[in-house]
């Protein structure tokens, strides 16, 4: 499965600049379907799972 970028930032919950570094940076998999770019979930999800766990006071 494979989100446009706005739906990846949504979903992860960054912005389209920050979406931009983590796909210059090879972070999440950005792959074209004709003009369009898009990136996969997998990748969105492996971002999100190894960001670290906030500590709520």
Known sequence: ???SIQEAC????FG???A????GSKILDARKIGS???ITAE?????????P???IR
């Open 16 to 18: 389209r600049t920050k």
């Open 43 to 51: 990748s969105v999800h492996a971002f999100v799972s190894s960001l």
């Open 10 to 13: 949504k979903i992860g919950g």
């Open 36 to 38: 369009k770019t898009v």
């Open 53 to 55: 766990v906030a500590n």
């Open 1 to 3: 499965m494979v989100y």
């Open 20 to 23: 931009y570094e983590l796909m």
